[in-house]
């Protein structure tokens, strides 16, 4: 089991930056994917990223190819998502979530599949 805690969300003007963690609490961190999703109030849940459990793979949504990199340093429990080039589209709470699977290629887009989700941290892109 793993408890998630997002952080570094804010308000930030477009085409600046922002960097999000995801802070792991519990064991065998390595042995889970970790995924990054948004969500717009009044609208379904959607994938931004994923990350295999050991790094080695990823995925992105294609609006931020380019724009947002995902990473993550099992030696400190933690998942990053890099954003750069913000645009007010960007805008919607954060959600970090992992499935435990230690599948090396393993990475997902689909929210179903994961079983332990963050609280949420807000980010907002003004124009």
């Known amino acids: 089991q793993v408890q998630l805690v997002e952080s570094g969300g804010g308000l930030v003007q477009a085409g600046g930056s922002l960097r999000l963690s995801c802070a792991a609490f519990g064991r065998n961190f390595n042995t889970y994917a970790v995924g990054w999703f948004r969500q717009i109030p009044g609208k379904e849940r959607e994938y931004v990223a994923a990350?295999?459990?050991?790094?080695?793979?990823?995925s992105y949504k294609n609006s931020v190819k380019g724009r947002f990199t995902i990473s993550r340093d099992n030696a400190k429990n933690a998942t990053y998502l890099q954003m750069n080039f913000l645009n007010p589209e960007d805008t919607a709470v954060y959600y970090c979530?992992?499935?435990?699977?230690?599948?090396?290629?393993?990475?997902?887009?689909?929210?179903?599949?994961?079983?332990?989700w963050g609280q949420g941290t807000q980010v907002t892109v003004s124009s």
């Open positions: 990350i295999s459990a050991t790094g080695s793979f990823t």
């Open positions: 979530a992992a499935k435990a699977q230690n599948k090396i290629y393993y990475t997902s887009s689909y929210t179903t599949n994961y079983n332990y």
